[in-house]
């Protein structure tokens, strides 16, 4: 069976340790969707909270995706910061996995959200041209009107990456609720990349 494996990006501090919170970081947006059918397409998801994701550790999260035992079956999907986690990862890792899906990915630009500083340390590495072999398939989904944070990430992997597919979406903010709505409760076009 193969396996799908969800890394969602950076949270907000407070709301990672609000004792009533309305939404977990990992179970929010079009996540309970695109869980549920990817089980409905005979897929094995999985969808770890990352380790304090409030404040990134990259070591931190490479523990965490290690103990999946990622092989050619292994689907990885990595949002937002979960998406430049797995460029990271995928640089510096000796690893053959199944198709690779970054959406809206953020590499460690200038983020008014996300502390300077810390990006430059969970983003500092060297990144590999060929890390796209490594996959069955690199896939970057982006958005018309997303930031330009996210804008400059993809610039960035257009001039240092080879061999990547882009689903460019218009209109869909961050893919998250807060940014375009209730659109982005559902995710058919994600589903439809892994499914393809």
């Known amino acids: 069976m193969k396996r799908v494996i969800f890394i969602h990006g950076f949270y907000d501090k407070e709301k990672f340790f609000d004792p009533n919170p309305k939404r977990l970081v990992n179970f929010k947006d079009f996540v309970p969707w695109l869980l549920k059918n990817l089980e409905i397409n005979g897929y ?32 990885l999907i990595g949002h937002s910061y979960g998406g430049g986690f797995m460029v990271r990862y995928l640089s510096e890792h000796n690893v053959k996995v199944g198709k690779v899906i970054l959406v809206a990915p953020f590499l460690g630009f200038r983020d008014e959200d996300v502390d300077p500083q810390n990006c430059k340390e969970f983003f500092d ?42 689903v460019t979406i218009e209109n869909r903010g961050h893919f998250t609720v807060t940014t375009a709505g209730k659109i982005n409760e559902t995710f058919p076009e994600l589903l439809e990349e892994i499914l393809r």
């Open 125 to 166: 590495y060297k990144i590999d041209e060929n890390l796209a072999a490594k996959t069955a398939g690199l896939t970057v989904v982006m958005s018309t009107n997303d930031a330009d944070s996210i804008r400059e990430s993809y610039d960035f992997l257009q001039k240092n990456v080879k061999n990547f597919k882009t």
């Open 44 to 75: 094995l998801p999985y969808n770890p909270i990352m380790p304090q994701p409030y404040w990134p550790v990259y070591e931190g999260w490479a523990r965490e995706l290690d103990r999946y035992d990622l092989d050619e079956d292994t689907v």
